[in-house]
DNA sequence: CGCCAGGTTGATTTCGCTCAAGCAATGTGG
DNA sequence: CCACATTGCTTGAGCGAAATCAACCTGGCG
């Protein structure tokens, strides 16, 4: 498996770009040093899986560039994308910190550059440095806050009302201001994921864009969508409570 | 507000039943003195509120004896019930760590016992006795993983299931297995609770409880459920797949 | 050129919500 | 002690949102 999987260029920590947005950035120069030794690189293209759900986790994984998808698959076989994750963005520590294996399957939705730090290095440097636990459980917190308001929301809120909230969520990443006021955003996302992303088929979602379109709320295009007026958006999501 | 709630007598940390179960089981004895000296205990009866979603956090709490529900409210008033905690569980820790106003409100399902621990003294315990955040970072990396599993179910499966999968849930702690291998369960919820935890409304849920009798599956009566066979609990949520 | 995966569209069915009424248990005031 | 509200639970009828099933595009790609 992952026959097209590589180890590449070695990445160098001192100069990543992502490091002082990262838990990491509490390292010393000496941990950072034994962090940077210890660590592998690889490269997955699209498609391919990082760890699977069920995994005994070996260690925790930083991105240092690309794109990775979380999903979880149920006896059927449906899948759901639970999270995106970023450049900067560590995974696998929430199973690392519960002494679980993988609740989820990692899979790269881009080509994306992983670092790979090993069970050991990580329990050696958390020992050593106080400040790096509270980083992890902040982040872990702040993950936590915002999965019990995806199940509320999963739970209470329609289609599109989600559907919507999953775009204002993908705004703040991919999108990109027009001379007009208007936005451009470039969907990283099949049209398949972003059902997963939501709970919903894809024929479902095809409805709610076309529903979307003729009212005027944003114009689809592959995946590139334009929403003229971003405060739409918010006036769409109070609309199902009336 | 609040006019029942008040000051009980004083709890002892040092003859709790329930510290050796708590993240709490870290502290030396020294701490503990700290801990069990600055803490306050209050008593709340069902109904009454220990704090609102949206307040900011002034301590976290330890419930000593009783349960507590935690619930989210929307735009519209539907309020969904996130989670259940029982005798020893920490609540307001997620709020604390992650640095933001609370996220749900927690609430008094049955007469509580709760002692209040002031930010400042966790933060001096924190700061002092790393194993006491390597406890936290447990449980909230556990809570997480079960969050996302909870969104993924909400998303994936019927009313049914759902309830099923609840079932399975408070049979660990509220059954008690009779002489004929049946198990008797005393919901500690009523019915619109029990709605509200799987997102649904009372009216589907008392058909869908209709249905589970109809099918041999479990009968109830007021807040006692009998399931004469718990392999027919997990069958059940396996139908759904056929 | 034909094949195939991803996406859209239409027709039909199913599940769960809404609205409305009835009922039992509990409480309250006269 | 009884008339009566009140609250929580159940049941029925109708409706609407979304899943399912099925056909049909489209754009790569061998």
Redesign the interface.
Known sequence: MSAEQHVGTLANCFTCQNRDSTEWCVLSPDELKRFNGSKITKEFLPGQVVFHEGDPVTGVYCIESGLIGFR?T???G?T?L?ALANPGRTMG???Y????PH??SAEAMKPSRICIISRSTVRDL?DHN?AL??Q???T??????E??????Q???LSVRARFVHLLLVLKERYSVVGEDGGLTIELPLSRQDLAAM???RPETLARTIRALENDGVAHFSGRILRVPKVSALFEDI?LD?L
């Not at 872990?140 to 806050?145: A, I, Q, Y």
């Open positions: 979880k149920d006896a059927e449906n759901t639970i520590y929430r199973s910190l519960a002494g679980e609740s989820t958390l106080p636990g509270f992890f459980l902040r872990v917190s702040r993950d936590l806050g999965a019990e308001e995806k199940f509320h999963g739970v209470t939501i709970g919903t109070d409570y």
